[in-house]
């Protein structure tokens, strides 16, 4: 029923109930009342008629003028109501009586014979007001029509608030209704997935968009009403359906009597790969849902090749590599062998360095192309980062093979790469291992190839080398004492020892070197040859360069103005941008006057970024702190090192003051030094002098200063003062 | 007095019957007056005198009006359509209206204590007993009769009336009547009922006197009711014989000797 027709049905119930009450009582009110007195009237007419009668009979015609009986008489049937009119009229018409006062109008009147023997001698009247009754009953229907309009709207409101309120409810749940619908049909449209629901007959009743778009259907076959057979022709028609849809669907009916949902993958001719999974419903009915998971499993292939495989090259990464090893390790037959060789581009660096990332990354790509040549079938060539590269050797297990791919390797590497009109010449150091014999697990397989690969660094580069246990003992003996560098930091294993500078026209004492002495726990006095390297490597030379320059900086600070102190700086440690900042500190926390101290380095600094280097070496010396050039003549004593810094002394290489003697050569090299210096004003130190003859001879070279163990060895800090007295005395004796 | 009256009384009952009858009515307190007054005629005149009984003023003056009767004594003189019928007074006598009961030795009232009494619902007398009153129809000529000589009787009589257990007389003999039936009663009357009719009934003095011809005349009674004795136009002549007995001195003798006296003349008023 529509709520307005309900709502008039229930309006007309309320008028209609509301108008009988406002009607039907003082209309009710009104007759019975009348009734009442007319009835009354009626029957005190007729008994005052009869007391009339009675007494006229008992008289003559003198009764219509006792008026005080007849009065006496009608007053008998008066009681207490005495609002009545009563008039005797005789039957000439003369009012014989009247009685009363005259009511008010409209009035009721009763009228009576008086009959007397049979005669009628007159009527009687009984005149009432029915004014009262009006006017109670106007009053009863005021009260009523007042009730009735109580009872209108309590009928009407009432109920109509009560449906009101229903229909508000029911619209409310319709417009939630609505919402969810909308909601429903937006997250069906938006999913993901193709989503179809089937009811218990197989047909269909929900889909959505991407179910038609997944299997590009046509709308309007794939309707609800639809069947599942129907829309497994269509599919075939459209080449996403394999097979008999008959028995597909007998097979769909089976599955979904099992109650259990089930996913499978379609795969199609057209290289679309489809999940779908079904999920049986409570109704009988089931929910399947379509998944193109073919962009997903191109991305996933692609992001499985990319954990495998150097984006640079497209070739095996590490994972990748080791991952074949580990396999060929598992199927390793008896006697079966194969190899692996990891290798490091020579010279990459300088050419990352100096031509940029660009070129480099074109070198690595042109490098792994001809490394590719190289190989044979069931080869794998990796590249494990950076320039190390490793292969596979599949039937490298006689070392004959591994040795011609390595040759090959080394020449082919060895040939000038063109990367982009710049001729680039680098090398390759391969080591070589081969399994089972040198290692049974592929981690150990690649250490052992990187451990020949790192002795074929060591020993010259542009090589090959092949594991050997002995090397293997070596890089662990080389791993502990790196753990025993560590330590000696934080347990202050270290000390500074210090030979006295000589000047040679005064054989005085000018100032001290710096010699670092490591006071190892177990293995007693290590000297620097056997762990700076090692420190230079590891970097570990920094932290420890510092220490001494703080160290020997406040040591210094305490010996008399004119000794100087030299401290020998590595090339690692220029690459510590804050050097001058931290020599500045040592001086500034020490009180040391920089022109007190004297750092040295030696050709091997200038190799490195020799623009960012000259930069730091110019930062100390305007410091004031004196730079010299160490074992000058032993590396490629190139002139143009001298000529790009201004140093203030240079080191004489101990090897050519120790030929002194027997070599001409050095005598030659060491005047030619020594005259080099004088004239470009820098002073000249002869190391390792050992002999009053080498003294004399660097004296008359022109040769400043000198150090060795003619004049002293160097000793602990403590000993300093006690050099400085016996020198003194020595060239005093002198 | 009493004596005289009672042998006019039986001298009017052995007179030989005549032809003619003098039809009387009206108040109740005339209907024994009126016969005693007949008495008093000459004995040869072939008059009989018929009261006809329960008139009252207005019932015997309509009876007047239509020659039912032919002479009325009425407590109301004739209005102006009764005079315009040609109704007229011939004699008006004062009658002392009193207070009357059937106490033995009633107590004196005093006149501004009279509606009091009939106003209270339990008004009693000195010794405690219930004065029980009695009234009479709003339409009785004694009604206007209290109202004007009691102050607040008007309210008083509309106050007893209201009561049911107060009886109210329709005629002056009922009223009479219901008075002496009464222990303890209180009723208004007129002297000259009480003296005509005998009544076993005493009269209370009013501010201490006691109701009488000669204390009306001296003016120390002030309490009376008017008695008017009216003709029609056309008398018969029974009827103005009975008049010009009255107006007689023989006639004013017997009227003061029922208690009332003459106060004026009509012809001469």
Redesign the interface.
Known sequence: MKPLSLRGVVTAIGASVALITAIALPAGYLASNYLNLSEHLDFKADLNSSYLAKYINSQD??W??????L??LL?QTDG?DTNFRKRVVDSSSKVVLD?GDVPDTPTLVSRRPITVAGSNVGHIEIEASLRPLLEDSALIASFSALLGLCIFFAIRIFPLRILDRTMGQLERSNRDLVQINGRFDTALNNMSHGLCMFDSEGRLVVKNQQYLQVYNLSPEVVKPECTFLDLLKHRAMRGYFNGDPDVHWAEMQDQMKTGKPATWVDEYGNGHAITVTSSPMPNGGWVVTHEDITEQRTVQAKISHMALHDALTNLPNRLFFREQIETRLGQLGRDEKFAVLCFDLDKFKSVNDTLGHAFGDELLRQVAERMGKCLRKGDTLARLGGDEFAIFQAHGGQAEDASALAVRLIGEIGAPFDLDGHQVVIGVSIGIAIAPRDATESDQLLKSADMALYRAKGEGRGTYRFFEPEMDRLMQARRALELDLRKAIVNNEFEVYYQPLINLQSEQICGFEALLRWNHPERGLIPPLDFIPLAEETTLIVPIGEWVIRNACDEAAKWPKEIRVAINLSPVQFKMRNLSQMVMSALAHSGLAAERLELEITESVLLVDNVATLEILHQLRSLGVRISMDDFGTGYSSLSYLRSFPFDKIKIDRSFVHDLQQNADSKAIVRAVTGLGASLGMATTGEGVETREEVDYLRREGCTEAQGYFFSAAKPASEVYNMLAERNAVSAVA | MYLRVLVILLLSLTSPLSAETLRAGGVGAATKLLPILFAGLDPNEDVKLEVIPSLGSNGGLRALSENAIDIVVAGRPPNGEELQQGLRVVVAVRTPYTLVTSRPTPQGLNSTEIADIFKAPRAMWVDGSPIRIILRPKSDSDTPVLIRIFPGMAAALEAARARHDIPVAATDQDNADAAERLKDSLAGSTLTQITTERRNLRLISIDGVVPSIDALESGAYPFSKTLYFILPAKATPAAERFVAFIQSPTGQALLRETGNIMVAHPGRS
């Open positions: 015609t003198m219509r003028f006792q008026r005080v009986r009065a006496e007053s207490a009685e």
